[in-house]
């Protein structure tokens, strides 16, 4: 059995809950050959330990877990930040298209390829992912994903009514669909990848197909559920000329089975006190993502009403709902967009809702999330230095240095990412401004690389 330990040196930031966290100013974790960790502290103490193989000396960097994006849309990439007004006729005029575009297999491979390293490049380690109504594209999203060493939660989209001719699916091919993809790539890469029954939500999905979708989530242990909930006013509307008042939205969700603590639903913003007690009593999770609520201009998230109920909440970019990859921007627009109710989200809780909270809504907060001894090294190293010019970072509080890592960070502070102990992105070795520009004009061919390898 292989014995080797590596230590890493650096300031090292350990969220533990909202309100609280470690830091090491000159710290260190060890992780052995299999990507865990076996110790956190300062660094004096823990480089006595014998049996130490290497030190990564990273000490005049910020070392942050890795970043955990729990809601985004892969086909959506290229869209960023093209506004048409609010949610639907957003769907319609760009987020439709672009996942038709999707069906293109080279061109899912090369958007894939760029979305999951673009992902790295901005900290993120854990996503969980839509991709489209395509089985063939979804499959190779999977392979990039492998590609890609991320940890990913994905699935095909589930969409049989409502929605352009050429995205509706036969709700029999659906499920048969969902059920091979789920058989191929649940559990594959020892685990990193995991699989999500994507029934996009209660409008552009028959009572049959949701139902279908909490069958399957149920046949298959530790596979999950994503779908959206009462995002925008007139979605709202839509859902209840189609279902009803017999049901309020949350209780769609409920009826057909796809509620629970393996579900996450995206956005919740417009709920009722009875459709909140239903998702705590049925402990399904939401998927907060400001960036998107203010770009579509759906509305405020209502932290007061989650923080009283305490139902499990994080962040999201929402790609690209969400103009956003990088989630310190998502951060900054947690606090922002919370003026409406006159409160204040610090630095390290935003933070920790991008971390430790992300994973805890996955339920993988015994596998990552922060430096816990036993999880996965999943952590990014960051350069603070360049967000503020007249001071070092001795001279600043780890309050300081995280405040303006949340207003004033980007991708440019990361240097590297990790995974499972693995360095699966490094600053110099890329830059994703011209794959971007090369993916616009040329989408099918973008990326020169090697070929995904497939199992």
């Given at each position: 059995?292989?014995?080797?330990?590596?230590?890493?040196?650096?300031?090292?930031?350990?969220?533990?809950?909202?309100?609280?966290?470690?830091?090491?100013?000159?710290?260190?974790?060890?992780?052995?050959?299999?990507?865990?960790?076996?110790?956190?502290?300062?660094?004096?103490?823990?480089?006595?330990?014998?049996?130490?193989?290497?030190?990564?000396?990273?000490?005049?960097?910020?070392?942050?877990?890795?970043?955990?994006?729990?809601?985004?849309?892969?086909?959506?990439?290229?869209?960023?930040?093209?506004?048409?007004?609010?949610?639907?006729?957003?769907?319609?005029?760009?987020?439709?298209?672009?996942?038709?575009?999707?069906?293109?297999?080279?061109?899912?491979?090369?958007?894939?390829?760029?979305?999951?390293?673009?992902?790295?490049?901005?900290?993120?380690?854990?996503?969980?992912?839509?991709?489209?109504?395509?089985?063939?594209?979804?499959?190779?999203?999977?392979?990039?994903?492998?590609?890609?060493?991320?940890?990913?939660?994905?699935?095909?989209?589930?969409?049989?009514?409502?929605?352009?001719?050429?995205?509706?699916?036969?709700?029999?091919?659906?499920?048969?669909?969902?059920?091979?993809?789920?058989?191929?790539?649940?559990?594959?890469?020892?685990?990193?990848?995991?699989?999500?029954?994507?029934?996009?939500?209660?409008?552009?999905?028959?009572?049959?197909?949701?139902?279908?979708?909490?069958?399957?989530?149920?046949?298959?242990?530790?596979?999950?559920?994503?779908?959206?909930?009462?995002?925008?006013?007139?979605?709202?509307?839509?859902?209840?000329?189609?279902?009803?008042?017999?049901?309020?939205?949350?209780?769609?969700?409920?009826?057909?089975?796809?509620?629970?603590?393996?579900?996450?639903?995206?956005?919740?913003?417009?709920?009722?006190?009875?459709?909140?007690?239903?998702?705590?009593?049925?402990?399904?999770?939401?998927?907060?993502?400001?960036?998107?609520?203010?770009?579509?201009?759906?509305?405020?998230?209502?932290?007061?009403?989650?923080?009283?109920?305490?139902?499990?909440?994080?962040?999201?970019?929402?790609?690209?709902?969400?103009?956003?990859?990088?989630?310190?921007?998502?951060?900054?627009?947690?606090?922002?967009?919370?003026?409406?109710?006159?409160?204040?989200?610090?630095?390290?809780?935003?933070?920790?809702?991008?971390?430790?909270?992300?994973?805890?809504?996955?339920?993988?907060?015994?596998?990552?999330?922060?430096?816990?001894?036993?999880?996965?090294?999943?952590?990014?190293?960051?350069?603070?230095?360049?967000?503020?010019?007249?001071?070092?970072?001795?001279?600043?509080?780890?309050?300081?240095?995280?405040?303006?890592?949340?207003?004033?960070?980007?991708?440019?502070?990361?240097?590297?990412?990790?995974?499972?102990?693995?360095?699966?992105?490094?600053?110099?070795?890329?830059?994703?401004?011209?794959?971007?520009?090369?993916?616009?004009?040329?989408?099918?061919?973008?990326?020169?690389?090697?070929?995904?390898q497939t199992r």
């Amino acid at each position: 059995m292989p014995t080797e330990k590596i230590l890493v040196r650096g300031k090292i930031y350990n969220p533990t809950s909202p309100s609280q966290w470690e830091y090491y100013t000159n710290g260190a974790f060890l992780m052995n050959a299999l990507g865990r960790i076996e110790a956190v502290g300062e660094y004096p103490l823990l480089k006595q330990i014998q049996g130490i193989t290497m030190t990564l000396d990273f000490s005049d960097y910020l070392i942050l877990p890795g970043l955990i994006d729990v809601h985004t849309h892969l086909p959506q990439l290229p869209i960023r930040g093209k506004t048409a007004g609010t949610l639907l006729d957003w769907l319609n005029r760009y987020a439709f298209p672009v996942e038709e575009a999707f069906a293109d297999t080279v061109y899912a491979e090369s958007l894939s390829r760029l979305f999951f390293e673009s992902l790295k490049a901005n900290g993120t380690t854990t996503a969980m992912v839509y991709s489209s109504v395509h089985e063939a594209s979804t499959n190779t999203a999977f392979e990039a994903a492998q590609y890609s060493g991320m940890r990913v939660i994905m699935g095909k989209v589930m969409m049989d009514q409502h929605a352009p001719q050429s995205l509706l699916e036969n709700t029999k091919e659906s499920i048969l669909a969902s059920e091979r993809l789920a058989k191929s790539w649940h559990g594959e890469n020892n685990d990193l990848i995991r699989y999500a029954f994507t029934p996009r939500f209660a409008l552009s999905c028959s009572q049959e197909l949701l139902e279908a979708a909490g069958d399957l989530h149920r046949r298959f242990p530790e596979s999950y559920i994503q779908s959206h909930l009462s995002e925008n006013l007139t979605e709202i509307e839509e859902v209840e000329k189609l279902y009803g008042n017999q049901y309020s939205y949350t209780q769609i969700y409920q009826h057909t089975g796809c509620l629970g603590p393996r579900t996450v639903m995206a956005h919740g913003i417009h709920l009722s006190s009875e459709e909140l007690v239903l998702l705590l009593t049925s402990q399904t999770r939401i998927a907060h993502c400001p960036t998107s609520n203010f770009f579509l201009k759906s509305g405020f998230f209502n932290l007061p009403a989650f923080r009283k109920y305490h139902i499990p909440f994080a962040l999201g970019s929402d790609i690209g709902g969400g103009p956003d990859l990088c989630l310190f921007r998502v951060m900054r627009a947690m606090d922002e967009m919370q003026l409406k109710n006159h409160g204040f989200v610090s630095p390290m809780e935003a933070i920790y809702q991008g971390t430790l909270g992300g994973a805890k809504v996955l339920s993988l907060e015994d596998e990552t999330g922060n430096f816990q001894v036993g999880k996965s090294a999943d952590f990014i190293v960051l350069n603070t230095q360049n967000l503020n010019c007249l001071e070092t970072a001795e001279d600043q509080s780890i309050e300081e240095i995280l405040s303006q890592l949340v207003y004033l960070g980007d991708s440019s502070q990361v240097i590297k990412t990790f995974i499972r102990g693995q360095e699966v992105y490094s600053k110099p070795e890329a830059d994703f401004s011209t794959e971007f520009i090369k993916f616009q004009t040329h989408p099918p061919n973008v990326l020169q690389s090697p070929p995904l390898q497939t199992r």
